[in-house]
């Protein structure tokens, strides 16, 4: 029919590019999710995350959870994959995060939904494109806050050349600090905290600042394994899944979601760090450079400070660096020089966690 059309061409958006954001705007993101057990097993699957406290029903009831909580990079990814449309369809790439809370424990059955806040924006010297910064907050269904973080994003420009609005870059905390953290933990029963069901004998005490961890085993990518992942989490990002729109890109294939990086570098981490159960905080964050279907990732960690919690003898914090690295063992643990990373290093990604007492 006539005029047809153009009254399709109405109904679907190519998305906001940098020109389309504003100081001040407050973004509600569709669709709220409920998180599975099937999200789970999904998730178990493509990671192998062994963390006790989140694996087993029994182990998490008899510590005082009232069932075993989702994995907090689970929740981190549903939560961020909400924004993905509104923010980052027309991503260059995601810079960086800072000030990430997890305040509130997740399990199967919750609905979680995000909304964003435009808190900074700044152009780029090449004109033609823009980083946006934004704090998502993700809810449950009662209106609590599971999780609240701040990210950047590199954004395309419709029109090169156009100006911002308004330009502001904010200023981040670039720690959360001991006593802010916990809120995400239910008070622990140390009793039933069984080591060996856990599968490591290192508590928060027997950590200590400046000691490195290499983790030792490293995980091979698979092209359709990384956008399951991605789409698990919803999250939309062109440069994920448009194979033929990625052979016209620098790198002529598809990138693979830095958050599917960070969720293999903590599945590695057991290694050496079976008992850091729970993610209180993310300080800082930053993709140093890409991954790619075929490439393989290995990851080691620094104990940059060792903390107790006010008011709290059940579990301790532990302010952890865990670096990824692609196709590069971690055995002589390969960071930066100065300024400059090491060529193979591919995350650099600064968070709390706690372990028992």
Not at 161 to 173: C, F, I, K, M, S
Not at 226 to 240: E, G, M, S
Not at 299 to 326: C, M, N, Q, Y
Request: proline share 5%; charged share 20%; aromatic share 10%.
């Amino acid at each position: 029919m006539p005029g047809s059309a153009s009254h399709s061409a109405t109904k679907t958006s190519a998305g906001r590019f940098f020109e389309d954001f504003q100081l001040g705007d407050q973004i509600v993101h569709a669709t709220p999710r409920t998180v599975t057990s099937g999200d789970v097993s999904l998730y178990t699957a493509i990671y192998g995350p062994r963390f006790a406290v989140q694996s087993s029903d029994a182990f998490a009831k008899a510590i005082g959870y009232p069932a075993a909580p989702i994995d907090d990079l689970l929740v981190f990814h549903i939560v961020f994959g909400k924004t993905v449309p509104d923010i980052s369809i027309n991503a260059v790439a995601n810079l960086g995060y800072a000030d990430g809370r997890f305040l509130k424990p997740v399990f199967p059955g919750d609905t979680l939904s995000t909304t964003s806040d435009v808190i900074g924006l700044k152009q780029t010297s090449a004109g033609d494109t823009g980083i946006v910064y934004v704090r998502s907050v993700g809810r449950n269904q009662h209106g609590d806050i599971v999780l609240s973080y701040v990210r950047w994003v590199l954004v395309r420009k419709r029109q090169p050349g156009t100006p911002a609005h308004a330009e502001q870059v904010p200023e981040l905390p670039k720690a959360v600090l001991p006593a802010e953290l916990g809120e995400g933990c239910p008070a622990i029963e140390l009793t039933a905290y069984d080591d060996a069901i856990a599968g490591s004998a290192f508590r928060w005490g027997d950590y200590a600042a400046g000691e490195r961890i290499d983790h030792i085993d490293g995980m091979t990518v698979e092209e359709a394994e990384h956008q399951i992942a991605t789409r698990l989490y919803q999250n939309t990002a062109k440069v994920h899944f448009d194979g033929h729109g990625a052979r016209e890109t620098r790198f002529g294939k598809r990138l693979i979601y830095g958050g599917h990086v960070i969720s293999l570098a903590r599945a590695l981490s057991f290694n050496g760090l079976g008992n850091a159960f729970h993610i209180a905080a993310i300080n800082g964050g930053r993709h140093v450079a890409p991954l790619f279907a075929g490439d393989t990732v290995f990851a080691w960690s620094e104990i940059l400070e060792v903390a107790a919690l006010p008011g709290r003898e059940d579990v301790g914090a532990l302010r952890l660096r865990l670096v990824a690295t692609k196709n590069r063992p971690c055995g002589d643990y390969p960071f930066r020089s100065g300024d400059q990373y090491a060529a193979d290093v591919i995350l650099d990604l600064d968070y709390w966690a706690l372990l028992p007492r």
